[in-house]
């Protein structure tokens, strides 16, 4: 007799990060549920996690599996979805954690027959291995627990698609998301037989979200912590908050050895967050057969944002783009003059934006709670759930207090009418 699969798969895909990596799967095999297994995509050089999982981890929900072969961050991430089993999916990264309650709002989101749900991230966590360089910023094995309200709103992939591409792939907005997002497999299987890939992007989280807001019909973001986002010191967060994500395409051994030669030819061939997700919106347009919304791609306002941030690489920036405004619908004259127009507004409101910025994080900030001492994600995890106990909160009450079940799905008859 055949097993049924899981209702939702975990999967954690890793590289060379031992410490980080035993710790966000031991926190994530915490969860008190037949529903879940916990799938581990490991491309590290050695087989240590492995050897550590098979002396230490007898539970059976755990899916392991070792590649020796070097792959690139979206390879690994596109094999391990395919050693995922459950109806539902959701990606994590090993510094990672996910609260117990996603058993509950998966369950959630298949009587409401959401193929997506989105959660809104208001818990954080920093590992003690990480000491950021921003004014404000959190201090190393700290956690912090936004508020939140329970609400969900049903929203239409289109729109969030068309203003992400709006604003060059610089803002997810409210896309729906496999990376701290659940989604069902099916619609990721829809994405894969479009595109030949789940994350057909150099950046697999805003890959997969471009991707996905083509093929998903119905999408709802929440605002409850399902999951606990960590930083350290190896990952990509830890290397924006030291200011180190920035470099040549040759340098980032996660893109792969290919990737200079795929680039697009309308994006400076740098690294950085910011040319990273435009180039993932690019590639995952083109993969999706949705060329259409590269008219709307905002190649003036990146460059301006470029030009003002990475001066360093402004000869690279200058060179791209005289080819890439002729090669689009701007045109030189055009993107050149919105290009002054976005340069000035930057040099305008950029000290207005700081300020404004500064202050609502300041607001926000005192709204926060804050558990310092915090020695890995799985004891972040427990601790953010010793602290929705004491207040009395669960995903059943606050989910259901603001009447979410009841929220209509509106999203994805364009994508649906395209496939």
């Known amino acids: 007799m055949n097993k049924a699969p899981p209702l939702l798969s975990i999967i954690i895909p ?5 410490i980080c990596a035993k710790s966000a799967i031991l926190s994530a095999l915490d969860i008190p549920s037949p529903d879940v297994e916990v799938v581990v995509e490991d491309n590290s050089d050695s087989r240590e996690l492995g050897s550590w999982i098979l002396d230490n981890v ?8 070792y590649s020796a072969e070097r792959r690139s961050m979206t390879e690994n991430y596109n094999l391990a979805v395919t050693h995922a089993g459950g109806e539902y999916v959701c990606l994590i990264g090993d510094d990672d954690g996910v609260s117990p309650e996603i058993i509950a709002a998966t369950t959630w989101a298949q009587e409401n027959e959401y193929e997506v749900i989105v959660p809104i991230n208001s818990v954080h966590f920093i590992w003690p291995d990480l000491v950021m360089k921003q004014r404000g910023a959190m201090a190393p094995g700290e956690l912090r627990i ?21 604003d060059a792939g610089q803002e997810f907005h ?3 998301k496999a ?3 659940i989604v069902r497999s099916e619609v990721l299987d829809r994405v894969r037989s479009k595109a030949g890939s789940y994350f057909p992007g150099v950046s697999p989280d805003l890959a997969a979200a471009v991707a996905l807001a083509n093929v998903a019909r119905k999408v709802c973001v929440l605002d409850y912590p399902l999951f606990v986002p960590g930083a350290s ?31 697009s030819t309308i994006i400076p ?33 990146l460059y301006a944002w470029l030009f003002m941030f990475y001066p360093r690489f402004a000869r690279l920036s200058v060179g791209t783009m005289f080819s890439a405004l002729r090669q689009t619908h701007y045109g030189l004259c055009r993107g050149l003059r919105d290009l002054v127009k976005e340069l000035w507004l930057l040099v305008c409101l950029r000290a207005h934006y ?15 709670q804050r558990f310092n001492g915090i020695c890995d994600i799985k004891a972040a995890v427990n601790m953010m759930n010793t602290e929705l106990r004491r207040r009395g909160v669960s995903f059943a009450t606050k989910v259901e207090m603001t009447g979410a079940t009841k929220t209509p799905g509106t999203g994805g008859r364009r994508a649906s009418m395209r496939e």
């Open 354 to 368: 700081f300020k404004k910025r500064f202050q609502r994080t300041n607001k926000e900030s005192q709204s926060m």
């Open 14 to 18: 890793t590289r060379n990060r031992l």
């Open 179 to 181: 990376y701290y997002g």
């Open 269 to 301: 061939p740098f690294f950085s967050v910011e040319t990273i997700w435009a180039e993932a919106a690019v590639e995952a347009l083109q993969a999706m057969g949705r060329t259409d919304l590269l008219p709307i791609f905002n190649l003036p306002k």
């Open 146 to 166: 936004g508020p939140f309200s329970g609400r969900a709103v049903a929203v239409d992939p289109e729109t969030e698609l068309r203003k992400c591409i709006a």
């Open 174 to 176: 409210r896309l729906p």
């Open 233 to 263: 010191l190896r990952s990509n967060a830890g290397l924006g908050g030291l200011g180190r994500h920035i470099g040549t395409l040759a340098e980032q051994n996660h893109l792969g050895p290919d990737c200079e030669k795929k680039w």
């Open 58 to 65: 007898t539970d059976p929900r755990i899916v392991y599996h």
